[in-house]
C-alpha cells in the first residue's frame, strides 16, 4: 500500500523569497517520488522525479526536493519564487516509475507581488 | 520532447448522452495508458488503466460499462463517458505510458453536464 500526505493545502509567498512545499510519504517498499505541477486548465507538468538514485533531485524552473527515508519527506523548494510559479502541486508516489500513480491532494501557491 | 495530445479540451454536453475523450501519443508508442478523474478542488483519481489490444483495469468504485476505455493501437486510447448525468461532471485527464522513464499527461478535458 502506498499514500502521500501533502501537509498544506495553501501556500503564499512572496516573489524572491524561497518556497517550500511539503510532502510525506508511506510506502511498504522502496518509492519513485514526483512533483507534478498543473497551471490553471492545463495538463499536467512533471518537475522532478526520485527514483531511488541521488536523494537530492533537481528539477526544472529551480525546483528540487530531498528524498529522505526517516524521516518520510520529499518536500519540494525553490530558492525564489517567481510569479510564473503561482499553480497547484501535487506529490505522487508510485512503486515502479510509471506503475499505478496516488497522488496527494495538492498545494495551491500563490505568489505576492 | 514527447506530446500526448488530449480532445476535446472542454465540452458540454446534455444529461443522458455520451461522450467521448480522445487520448494520443504523439512521437511515442504507448503500451499503457491511464485515465484520471478530478473533481474541483481535489486530487486525480485513477479510474482505469488500459493496455494495447486488451480489456481496461478499472479501479475499485468505477463503473465499467459507464466509463467505456478503447485502447484499439499503441498510439490512441478513447473514453467515453455514456448516458452522462450531472455528476458526471469533472475534469477528466489521460496519461500515456510508453517505457519505465516516459509517463506524459494530456491536457484534460473539462466535461460539463447539463
Known amino acids: 500500500a502506498q499514500s502521500v500526505t501533502q501537509l498544506d493545502s495553501h501556500v503564499s509567498v512572496s516573489e524572491g523569497t524561497p518556497v517550500l512545499l511539503r510532502c510525506n510519504y508511506s510506502?511498504?517498499?522502496?518509492?519513485?517520488l514526483f512533483w507534478y505541477v498543473q497551471h490553471p486548465n492545463k495538463g499536467l507538468q512533471l518537475l522532478l522525479k526520485y527514483t531511488s538514485a541521488a536523494t537530492l533531485v533537481k528539477g526544472i524552473n529551480g525546483f528540487e526536493a530531498e528524498f529522505k527515508k526517516s524521516e518520510t519527506s520529499f518536500h519540494l523548494t525553490k530558492p525564489s519564487a517567481h510569479m510564473s510559479d503561482a499553480a497547484e502541486y501535487f506529490c505522487?508516489?508510485?512503486?515502479?516509475?510509471?506503475?499505478?500513480?496516488?497522488f496527494g491532494t495538492g498545494t495551491r501557491l500563490t505568489i505576492i507581488p | 520532447g514527447a506530446v500526448v495530445s488530449q480532445h476535446p479540451s472542454w465540452v458540454i454536453c446534455k444529461s443522458g448522452t455520451s461522450v467521448k475523450i480522445e487520448c494520443r501519443s504523439l512521437d511515442f508508442q504507448a503500451t499503457t495508458m491511464f485515465w484520471y478523474r478530478q473533481f474541483p478542488k481535489q486530487s486525480l483519481m485513477l479510474m482505469a488503466t488500459s493496455n494495447e489490444g486488451s480489456k481496461a483495469t478499472y479501479e475499485q468504485g468505477v463503473e465499467k460499462d459507464k466509463f467505456l476505455i478503447n485502447h484499439a493501437s499503441l498510439t490512441l486510447s478513447t473514453l467515453t463517458v455514456t448516458s452522462a448525468h450531472p455528476e458526471d461532471s469533472s475534469f477528466y485527464i489521460c496519461?500515456?505510458?510508453?517505457?519505465?522513464?516516459?509517463?506524459?499527461f494530456g491536457s484534460g478535458t473539462q466535461l460539463s453536464v447539463l
Open positions: 496519461s500515456a505510458s510508453g517505457g519505465r522513464e516516459k509517463l506524459f
Open positions: 510506502s511498504s517498499y522502496s518509492p519513485s
Open positions: 505522487v508516489v508510485s512503486r515502479f516509475g510509471n506503475e499505478k500513480l496516488t
